[in-house]
């Protein structure tokens, strides 16, 4: 199975911060790689597609990018909306696999 | 608008069996893969299983394999987990999602999902 190691595992940002959280693959995954937005444990929603289509509904100071095994997610100014929990998901192979999620507090 | 409508939650015993289902709208089920996603209490995303878009490809995690199975009725648009041999770390909300790309085995993310079932295994 590939293996998701997300990090930091946590962080804390101020409104206008540039945030980046990486997600590395134990191995390639060409650009299989999705981010997942979940807030206060409500469904998740798709934020971003195959590693950097970033999905109907989100900004623009949202973005991906990567490939193979590193992959990075970039919040270029964090608005108070912002804060939630982010996953990874490699959709490569099966079985599919999150990374362990990363929590964005204020 | 699409709409995923999970169903059969509750509470049960170790060992004993439960069936979810998820009920699809606003698109054209047969076309895609589904899958189930879980999140145990204060956990992260667990990835349980998919069926492709026409029921010929299945896959599980470890974790669920040999007691977990999935189906679909796309007559019925409307997707099936049947959870046998429960156990208590199987208790979680089960979410179902759509593949996002049509026509394929699994789809290569989820774009859309449901608001979730809660299932506890308790004694």
């Known amino acids: 199975d590939i293996q998701m190691t997300q990090s930091p595992s946590s962080l804390s940002a101020s409104v206008g911060d540039r945030v980046t959280i990486t997600c590395r693959a134990s191995?390639?995954?060409?650009?299989?790689l999705n981010w997942y937005q979940q807030k206060l444990e409500k469904a998740p929603k798709l934020l971003i597609h195959a590693t950097s289509s970033l999905q109907s509904g989100f900004p623009s100071r949202f973005s991906g990018s990567g490939s193979g095994t590193h992959f990075t997610l970039t919040i270029s100014s964090l608005h108070p909306e912002d804060f939630a929990t982010y996953y990874c998901q490699q959709g490569y192979s099966t079985p599919w696999t999150f990374g362990q999620g990363t929590k964005v507090e204020i | 608008q699409v709409q995923l409508v999970e169903s059969g939650g509750g509470v049960v015993h170790p060992g004993r069996s439960l069936r979810l289902s998820c009920v699809a709208s606003?698109?054209?089920?047969?076309?895609?893969?589904m899958h189930w996603v879980r999140q145990a209490p204060g956990k992260g995303l667990e990835w349980v299983t998919l069926?492709?878009?026409?029921?010929?490809?299945?896959s599980f995690a470890d974790s669920v394999k040999g007691r977990f199975t999935i189906s679909r009725d796309n007559s019925k648009n409307t997707l099936f987990l049947q959870m046998n041999s429960l156990r208590i770390e199987d208790t979680a909300v089960y979410y179902c999602a759509r593949g996002v790309i049509p026509y394929s085995a699994a789809g290569s993310g989820t774009d859309h999902w449901g608001q979730g079932t809660l299932v506890t295994v308790s004694s």
């Open positions: 069926i492709s878009y026409d029921g010929s490809k299945k």
């Open positions: 191995q390639s995954l060409s650009s299989y």
């Open positions: 606003g698109f054209t089920f047969n076309s895609y893969p």
